[in-house]
């Protein structure tokens, strides 16, 4: 029946069939939900014995298949012939739409549904959609609560072990990926190799607004956002309201005080980590963008391409209200502020507004008396 491809047995559910009758029967029991066999360790249960005995190494340690090239262990002799093809470089399957080659059938039907948009595996909790049945997995157990893996470094909670490996990197500051190109290390594959297409410049996912390249299909859609205007996370403190569910976290940090990233050369606090980062060149005096006019340096390439404007004279951000034009984004919504009178940083101690939080921590030294600048004559 291989060779025929004959598959007799069908799924009255989901119409997938199976060559023997015990096959379409194991397949049943995922849509009843069925998984009689379970784990003492953790309670975890399985729809296969054979899966069971396979998880339960995760308990052991067992891992019996060893790579003769790294000497890294498996649990299973096909993952040890997977992970050979990292090695080899052998990638037999490839994507017809973009010519991306993958090692493995299953990679590639995964990696298609980009190109379809097909998401077949739904959230019962908030409908969500999910293009593999592990991100279901997953993401359902954010609605459950359940994180049972602990750090013991800083307690911090995990659904999954794999995020708590992922997680304890951090601390160890193990990062086994490196690129070849810059020798810059990642504690995940998938960060390199990301990475990497900044070196080679490769950008396959376009808008077909404004014809923007990306390297990741999530920073597209993140992107597309911009010309639709859709905003869908919204600050219950000021109502602004952002693309990502980042933007707002980081935002909230405004109003809650908070600055988890503090610079050990000098003890002040970011809300953010990448302005820590950018804070910390200021002590090593690094500063490796420089401006071809006037060779003035800086820390970071957009800070460069903001401060060439100056120079070309490119101002893209116009005010509808007064034609007023500005190099920054940033610059023209603080500006269109004065139009509505929007004033969202108000004083605690005598009710008086401002438009920007800089403004507001200024005006606060009124009260506190505060004069950090002294006259050296």
Do not use: W
């Not at 690129?179 to 594959?189: A, D, G, L, R, V």
């Not at 809300?271 to 490796?288: A, D, F, N």
């Amino acid at each position: 029946m291989i060779h025929r491809g004959h598959k007799p047995f069908i799924c009255t559910e989901c119409n997938k069939s199976f060559i023997q009758h015990s096959d379409l029967k194991r397949h049943q029991m995922i849509h009843k939900g069925q998984k009689p066999f379970t784990c003492t360790e953790c309670n975890k249960s399985f729809t296969q014995l054979s899966e069971l005995k396979r998880h339960q190494m995760i308990h052991t340690g067992h891992k019996p298949f060893t790579c003769s090239e790294c000497n890294k262990n498996f649990t299973q002799l096909s993952e040890l012939k997977r992970h050979q093809m990292i090695h080899t470089g052998h990638k037999p399957f490839t994507c017809t739409e973009c010519n991306k080659n993958f090692s493995q059938i299953s990679d590639l039907k995964r990696h298609q549904i980009i190109h379809t948009g097909h998401k077949p595996f739904m959230c019962n909790e908030c409908n969500k959609r999910f293009t593999r049945h592990s991100h279901l997995k997953s993401h359902e157990q954010t609605h459950r609560a359940v994180k049972q893996f602990t750090c013991t470094e800083c307690n911090k909670y995990f659904s999954q072990i794999s995020h708590l490996k992922r997680h304890q990197m951090i601390h160890t500051g193990h990062q086994p990926f490196t690129c070849t190109e810059c020798n810059k290390s990642f504690t995940q594959s998938s960060d390199l190799k990301r990475h990497q297409m900044i070196h080679t410049g490769h950008k396959p996912f376009t808008c077909s607004e404004c014809n923007k390249s990306f390297t990741q299909l999530t920073n597209l859609k993140f992107h597309q956002r911009i010309h639709t205007g859709h905003k869908p996370f919204e600050c219950i403190e000021c109502n602004k309201s952002f693309t990502q569910l980042i933007g707002l976290k980081c935002h909230q940090r405004i109003h809650t005080g908070e600055r988890p990233f503090t610079c050990r050369e000098c003890k002040k606090s970011f809300t953010q980590l990448s302005h820590l980062k950018r804070h910390q060149m200021i002590h090593r005096g690094h500063k490796p963008f420089t401006c071809s006019e006037c060779n003035k340096s800086f820390t970071q390439l957009i800070g460069l391409k903001f401060h060439q404007r100056i120079h070309t004279g490119e101002r893209l951000y116009t005010c509808r209200e007064c034609n007023k034009s500005f190099t920054q984004l940033s610059h023209l919504k603080r500006h269109q502020m004065i139009h509505r009178g929007h004033k969202p940083f108000i004083c605690t101690e005598c009710n008086k507004s401002f438009i920007q939080h800089s403004d507001l921590k200024r005006h606060q030294m009124i009260h506190t008396g505060h004069k950090p600048f002294t006259c050296t004559v």
